[in-house]
């Protein structure tokens, strides 16, 4: 049976390389599939491997490919001290070079220097100068010339420099190896500040637990180890360990770092907290009920983490295209060094001179970096105002939607529904109360806690027994109670569910804005319960709003009565509305939509009868703080803030994602095509190159660097 692992990969510092990697691990056997995150440092392997065999594969792979790479199955905390010294060697060998290379231009640059057998000297100087300054990238394009493998950017940075040294160029061949270095180390700086950046977001989870134990003791203890049932105590400005219950105390908790809300709330004692936020003021006992690995915020930390693991279509169109661009240039820079010469008479040198720049312009470094680089920090913007996505081709398929489908109760509306009237037939409303109870209680529905509510607020519960409990998903309950010593069979749902379980003398329905819940006594009607709920913030003229923000099509998909669901949204502006529809009905509206569009369709939702319309759609959006974990976890993206206005703010982050990638893809491209176009006719020297490589590709990331700052 297959297993996904992630494993963790250190030293990796060439984005060409990290494809080759994510390949040949792909082909190995009893690997399923292979992904690697390059600025995240991961990759994903599925396969029918243990953990300890598949480190070691990748490991034999990563070695063939670029030395120095460690695989582990684990995330280093620090880099290893060996790690460190093996930098600081580095670093000395190459300022020992370039301090040899400033001496070999002082001493035959400008003075000049000229004695028997000095161009032996000269010669000699830089080429120790150009081993110092490269002597890995030469390493790895000597042995993988060995193996077939050419046309990464250590073959084309050793081929242009020994191409330099044969015409006599020899301080421009030692240059471009140095600047290649240079720009090398700034854009790993940027990328790790990047990372940095998206890492701090990221930084919610509690370092402690204080778990208090009998007679009061208090031990404090790692987060991670936190148990359900533990009683925890959580003082001012600590963040809560774990997800729980506040059992004591009240306090303004700062939930900023899971849903970007700024204003602190209120809890007190029986109110739900999550791991992650901050207790701002106040001293609580929370009873925890997750243990880490399933607490918010260990979910919110794998969903970010892993999202970029799903590469959007503009990432592997890059690959695809660095593969197939290298190699075409070399054959290019080939013909443009020998065709002129041989059919045309023009000088050698020249054109080699020439050639050797085509080579140096072509490393396609900066689009396989910057452009995963820039879905990564949209994916951490997102998370840092409360959006959790859990694949970067999600937040690019945002940009592709035009049509959005959404629930009603929940995501259009608070979800929170207060009993208005309760009209039974035989004027005895509390015993209609009373049994709505016995069944409501056995059920999760918003409704039902509505009616729970409302009838634990004015009469005293009863223990009466029930069996033979039954929920249809859509329709209603029923079960078998026994009251004041009767047996009866009860029903409660909404007038379809009823009539097909050949109930007598049901009323006709009611256009209104009131929800009706109607109920039934031993197959006869008995009376109904009328409820409302209000519209959510934001929801109020919600559809010009989607519609101004790029969305053709806006509709809404509800199990509730078609009339009353009309003249509740009336205030949002929506006029394609669809109710009394159960989960399958959705289903098959959605499907219809996603034939008749030729972009993609976003349904938001929920509730636990959205869960399967959610994993159909394109882009299934649920409500974190609200919706049921079913829900959540059928979805791509997650609003942990439950607002509307969320999805506005995810369009722009989409947006400017999507800016950046292309202006990326146009900086890197253009500056290329203008400089190969440049070098071929002879109008730039190999300085100019190594911009068009080196400079590109820094300018590029720190491009992507963008999304994550100022405002969207």
Known sequence: MSTDRVLYIDGLKCASCAGKIEKATGKLAGVESASLNFTRGTISVKSTHSAKNLVKMVQKV??????????????????TEDRKNLLRIKNWITIAGSALFVVAIIIFGLVKVDFPYSNYLKLAIYLLAWGLVGYDIIFIAVRNIFKGRLFDENFLMTLATVGAFAIGEYPEAVAVMLFYRVGEYFQERAVAKSKSSIKSLLDL????????????????????????????????????????????????????????????VFVKVGDEVSSGTLNSQGLLHVRASKEFENSTIARIMNLVEHASDKKSKAENFITKFARIYT??????????????????????????????????????????????????????????????????NYLEAVNQADTIVMDKTGTLTKGVFAVEKVDAIDGEADRLLNEAFLLEKHSTHPIANAICNYFSANFKAENNEVNDFREIPGKGLSCVAVVNGSKSELMAGNMKFLQENGVANLPDAENSSSLAVYLARDKS?????????????????????????????????????????????????????????????????????????????????????DAAVLAAADVGISMGAGGSDIAVEASNIVLMNDRLESIFTLKKIATKTRKIVIENIVLSLGVKVLFLGLGAFGLMNVWGAVFADVGVSLLAVLNSIRVLKGRI
Do not use: M
């Open 525 to 609: 009607y008995s009376g109904k319960i009328l409820l409302s709920d209000g519209l959510k913030e934001g929801a109020a003229g919600i559809a010009a709003a989607l519609k101004k923000a790029g969305f053709a099509h806006v509709a809404v998909l509800t199990g509730d009565k078609e009339p009353a669901s009309k003249a509740s949204l009336t205030a949002t502006g929506i006029d394609e509305i669809h109710g009394d529809l159960l989960p399958q009905d959705k289903f098959d509206f959605l499907e219809k939509y996603k034939a008749g569009t030729a972009g993609k369709v976003i349904f938001v939702g929920d509730g636990i009868n």
């Open 205 to 264: 989870k509690a370092e402690f637990a204080r778990v208090l134990g009998p007679g009061g003791s208090e031990v404090k203890i790692d987060a991670a180890k936190v148990k359900v049932g533990d009683l925890l105590l959580v003082k001012q400005g600590e963040k809560i360990p774990a997800d729980g219950k506040v059992e004591r105390g009240e306090a303004y908790i700062d939930t900023s770092s899971l849903t970007g809300e700024s204003l602190p």
């Open 62 to 79: 990563a070695d063939s490919l670029e030395p120095g790479i460690s695989i582990s199955d684990k995330a280093a905390s620090n880099v």
């Open 327 to 392: 190699p075409v240039v070399v054959v290019i820079a080939a013909l443009l060094a020998f065709v002129p010469p041989l059919f045309a008479g023009q000088p050698l040198g020249d054109w080699v001179y020439r050639a050797l720049i085509f080579l140096v312009v072509s490393c396609p470094c900066a689009l396989v970096v910057s452009v995963p680089l820039s879905f990564f920090g949209g994916v951490g913007r997102a998370s840092r105002s409360g959006i959790l996505i859990k694949g970067a």
